[in-house]
């Protein structure tokens, strides 16, 4: 499996963005996708998940009511869309996969290579 994020960029606080996840495959439907983001302060921390069928989701405290994770099955493609940004979630986002990932980044096989979120203030 081969994830490519895109959609990163610089936002004033209080703005969106919507991060896309492209995934290469024929898997991409059995898989728990998740949103996770660093900074060099931090470890690797989780931000959103959608379950292989797309009916489930779950999110960290600290965007949730904020961010939006979804999926196009046609499209292999999983979003997070961000809104109401705030300096704190200035990061590099990446995009993970595998059949029965949580909330751990350990419990992912598989990673996008990361696109850098920058909220000023």
């Known amino acids: 499996v081969q994830l490519v994020e895109s959609g990163g960029g610089l936002v004033q606080a209080g703005g969106s963005l919507r991060l896309s996840c492209a995934t290469s495959?024929?898997?991409?439907?059995?898989?728990?996708m998740g949103w996770f983001r660093q900074t060099p302060e931090k470890e690797r921390e989780f931000v959103a998940l959608i379950s292989w069928t797309g009916t489930s989701t779950y999110y960290a405290d600290s965007v949730k009511d904020r961010f939006t994770i979804s999926k196009d099955n046609a499209k292999n493609t999983v979003y997070l869309q961000m809104n109401s940004l705030k300096p704190e979630d200035t990061a590099v986002y990446y995009c993970?996969?595998?059949?029965?990932?949580?909330?751990?980044?350990?419990?992912?096989?598989?990673w996008g290579q990361g696109t850098q979120v920058t909220v000023s203030s």
């Open positions: 495959g024929r898997t991409f439907n059995t898989y728990v």
């Open positions: 993970a996969a595998d059949v029965a990932g949580w909330d751990n980044p350990k419990e992912y096989d598989f």
